[in-house]
């Protein structure tokens, strides 16, 4: 399924080599660095491993496994992200061009209603910026019978927003998930128009809830810190979903983002299909990561 080499792969063929000298933790902190770790960490963490093999004299990659797994457990955040029951919960979906957010959201929905038992979903369009994008979100609407709030092309996305929000307290609904614009978090004026959304949906939430939810992309590497960086600054992040692990053998990434900014990662996506969404199992993708699964 793996097209590049993981950090599992990297740590197996290290173990075959056998010393455990200098070149073998400078061999492990490219092998972390390579896995999207960060510099800085890898070289942390290999500091950290160097220590544990001298003082507990461990030998086998299943010992060097477990305890690069227990070290790891100790930085990555998972957080439940299930909706309040009795309560208007409003999901705003954030994210750069192309992570996955309209996707999400139709997962979501999904995962929601067959899991949770929570049928009164809403999905607001959003994202006004591109015709496909609305589009988008009312072909997944039909598809799971839910209603989808939308203005034409170009509308104003703060008004979409407020008009869903309107509805889903009249219909006395569970979840609105909102759609945005994949914006470029470079651009001053499309941070301001986020602010814009995050003030409207403040001042009409009325004692429900709010959540600002983060999709990064697994298969972006290093570049996702930044975005994460840039959009928890700007409007406080409660938490992310991993799209496309399904699609790199990567995924490190998911490490210094929660050690970096406190954030904790709620879900992960592996494929194309509304099915395709898991909440985010911090043992089973530490076990991946390291190859800890593999012994
Ligand atoms: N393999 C795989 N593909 C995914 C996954 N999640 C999303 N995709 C694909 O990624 C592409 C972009 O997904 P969208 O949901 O349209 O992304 P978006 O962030 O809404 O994109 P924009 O609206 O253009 O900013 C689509 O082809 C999705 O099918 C996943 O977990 N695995
Ligand atoms: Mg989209």
Redesign the pocket.
């Known amino acids: 399924m793996f097209k590049k080499k993981s950090l599992a792969t990297k740590i197996r063929e290290l173990f075959k080599i056998g010393n455990r000298d200098e070149q073998f933790f400078d061999d492990l902190e490219d092998a972390l660095i390579e896995g999207d770790i960060g510099a800085k960490l890898a070289m942390e963490i290999s500091d950290h491993l160097k220590e544990k093999i001298k003082s507990e004299k461990l030998k086998s990659r299943d010992e060097f496994t477990s305890a690069l797994k227990n070290l790891l457990e100790g930085y990555v955040m998972v957080k439940d992200l299930t909706p309040e029951k009795d309560a208007l919960n409003v999901f705003l979906v954030l994210?750069?061009?192309?992570?996955?957010?309209?996707?999400?959201i139709a997962k979501l929905a999904n995962y929601y209603m067959q899991k949770k038992n929570l049928p009164k979903i809403l999905l607001s369009a959003g994202?006004t910026f591109?015709a496909a994008?609305i589009d988008?979100l009312k072909y997944f609407g039909k598809k799971m019978n839910l209603p989808v709030i939308s203005q034409p092309p170009g509308s104003d996305p703060g008004a979409v927003i407020f008009d869903s929000i309107t509805s889903a307290q009249a219909k006395g609904m569970d979840l609105v998930l909102a759609?945005t614009?994949?914006r470029m978090h470079n651009r001053e004026n499309l941070v301001k128009e986020l602010e814009k959304i995050d003030k409207i949906v403040k001042g009409k939430i009325n004692g429900g809830s709010y959540k600002k939810i983060l999709?990064i992309d697994a298969t972006t590497g290093q570049n996702a810190l930044q975005q994460a960086e840039i959009f928890n600054e700007f409007i406080n992040i409660d938490s992310i979903i991993l799209?496309?692990?399904?699609?790199t053998a990567k995924g490190g990434i998911v490490v210094p983002i929660c050690k970096k900014l406190g954030l904790p990662f709620s879900f992960m996506?592996?494929?194309?299909t509304i099915d395709?969404i898991t909440p985010f199992n911090k043992s089973g993708y530490l076990d991946t990561l390291v190859g800890q699964d593999e012994n």
């Open positions: 994210g750069v061009n192309g992570v996955g957010k309209t996707s999400t994202d591109r994008a988008q759609d614009a994949g999709i799209t496309k692990y399904d699609s996506t592996v494929g194309e395709d």
